[in-house]
């Protein structure tokens, strides 16, 4: 197969890591800077560029698009997909996984649990907000936040408003959310790969932290998953239209609450933590796709 991977850092673990897997198994692979292309917009004629070179004969492209390149990065997969070329990550799938308010309203709608989580517009009372929530303790989270940035746990009343107060004069949408206490400072996170979790690991917080992110120094240890958790790490990674996801789910009394489903995760911390060649098995699955394809 002629394979590219769009991604903006070719050294990075998990771009070498499906380059390496595609190119053991025989394939054509190429690692492509999305921002460097540009589309061709004609009717029967969809076309993609890289500079001034037409991108033509691609069976398929693995979309690793950080989140300030969802606009654009979603733009040229459209535009593969109209092509005929298989996309691991689908645009609509994209879209909606990195709209993280759409996400959680998606998954109510599907009945997947997630912590209580109140959004409202910047000019919304702060104490009227945190008494929609119940009152403190409360998380509060900087809604385009990532690797645990702009995730406060706010212990009482006077925090909770202060910080409420401060994001929105600086004009950052945040969302509340209830804190699940019991999860101790541990979530999970599930590799799904077609419909199936291929990998799993718990990552715990380090002491006096509730963020459990390994960028704010948490470790991680490989799990099983119980029934619960696999059931809900799958409806998730579909109701978002992924085939391959990283769900992130926090352990609470009322079973599996799903924080986050990821649709470009990072494969260094779990390919190294349960030992699972996750890029191979990837690969393997855009194969069978691709053969699908050709068959219809
Ligand atoms: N409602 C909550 N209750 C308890 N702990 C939480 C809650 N929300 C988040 N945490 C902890 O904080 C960590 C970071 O939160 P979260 O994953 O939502 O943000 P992020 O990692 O910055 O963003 P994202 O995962 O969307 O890129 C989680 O991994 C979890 O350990
Ligand atoms: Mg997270």
Same mark, same amino acid.
């Given at each position: 197969?002629?394979?590219?991977?769009?991604?903006?850092?070719?050294?990075?673990?998990?771009?070498?890591?499906?380059?390496?897997?595609?190119?053991?198994?025989?394939?054509?692979?190429?690692?492509?800077?999305?921002?460097?292309?540009?589309?061709?917009?004609?009717?029967?004629?969809?076309?993609?560029?890289?500079?001034?070179?037409?991108?033509?004969?691609?069976?398929?492209?693995?979309?690793?698009?950080?989140?300030?390149?969802?606009?654009?990065?979603?733009?040229?997969?459209?535009?593969?997909?109209?092509?005929?070329?298989?996309?691991?990550?689908?645009?609509?799938?994209?879209?909606?996984?990195?709209?993280?308010?759409?996400?959680?309203?998606?998954?109510?709608?599907?009945?997947?649990?997630?912590?209580?989580?109140?959004?409202?517009?910047?000019?919304?009372?702060?104490? *009227?907000? !945190? $008494?929609?929530? /119940? @009152?403190?303790? #409360?998380?509060?989270?900087?809604? &385009? +936040?990532?690797?645990?940035?702009?995730?406060?746990?706010?212990?009482?009343?006077?925090?909770?408003?202060?910080?409420?107060?401060?994001?929105?004069?600086?004009?950052?949408?945040?969302?509340?959310? *209830?804190? !699940? $206490?019991?999860? /101790? @400072?541990?979530? #999970?996170?599930?590799?799904?790969? &077609? +419909?199936?979790?291929?990998?799993?690991?718990?990552?715990?917080?380090?002491?006096?932290?509730?963020?459990?992110?390994?960028?704010?120094?948490?470790?991680?240890?490989?799990?099983?998953?119980?029934? *619960?958790? !696999?059931?809900?790490?799958?409806?998730?990674?579909?109701?978002?239209?992924?085939?391959?996801?990283?769900?992130?789910?926090?352990?609470?009394?009322?079973?599996?609450?799903?924080?986050?489903?990821?649709?470009?995760?990072?494969?260094?911390?779990?390919?190294?933590?349960?030992?699972?060649?996750?890029?191979?098995?990837?690969?393997?699955?855009?194969?069978?796709?691709?053969?699908?394809?050709?068959?219809?």
């Amino acid at each position: 197969m002629n394979i590219l991977i769009l991604s903006r850092g070719p050294e990075l673990y998990s771009t070498r890591s499906l380059f390496f897997a595609a190119q053991k198994r025989g394939h054509y692979v190429r690692i492509l800077d999305y921002t460097e292309c540009s589309i061709s917009i004609e009717a029967g004629q969809p076309m993609v560029w890289f500079r001034d070179q037409a991108l033509v004969n691609i069976d398929a492209i693995i979309p690793r698009i950080g989140s300030s390149g969802t606009f654009f990065g979603t733009a040229i997969i459209r535009q593969f997909e109209e092509m005929g070329v298989f996309s691991l990550t689908p645009s609509v799938a994209l879209t909606r996984s990195r709209d993280k308010l759409q996400s959680l309203q998606l998954m109510a709608m599907a009945g997947v649990d997630f912590p209580k989580t109140v959004f409202s517009n910047l000019s919304y009372d702060a104490s *009227e907000i !945190i $008494e929609q929530m /119940g @009152g403190p303790p #409360l998380v509060i989270k900087l809604l &385009n +936040g990532t690797h645990g940035m702009g995730v406060i746990l706010a212990k009482d009343q006077n925090t909770a408003e202060a910080v409420i107060e401060s994001f929105y004069k600086t004009k950052n949408r945040i969302i509340l959310q *209830e804190f !699940i $206490e019991e999860a /101790g @400072g541990e979530d #999970l996170r599930a590799f799904v790969v &077609n +419909g199936k979790i291929i990998a799993c690991m718990k990552r715990r917080a380090k002491p006096g932290e509730f963020r459990s992110n390994l960028h704010r120094g948490g470790s991680s240890i490989i799990v099983k998953p119980d029934s *619960e958790e !696999i059931a809900t790490a799958l409806k998730s990674t579909a109701v978002m239209g992924l085939h391959v996801a990283g769900v992130d789910m926090l352990q609470s009394k009322r079973g599996p609450l799903v924080l986050e489903v990821n649709a470009s995760p990072g494969l260094e911390g779990i390919e190294t933590t349960t030992g699972v060649d996750i890029a191979k098995q990837i690969i393997e699955f855009i194969e069978a796709e691709v053969a699908k394809k050709e068959k219809v």
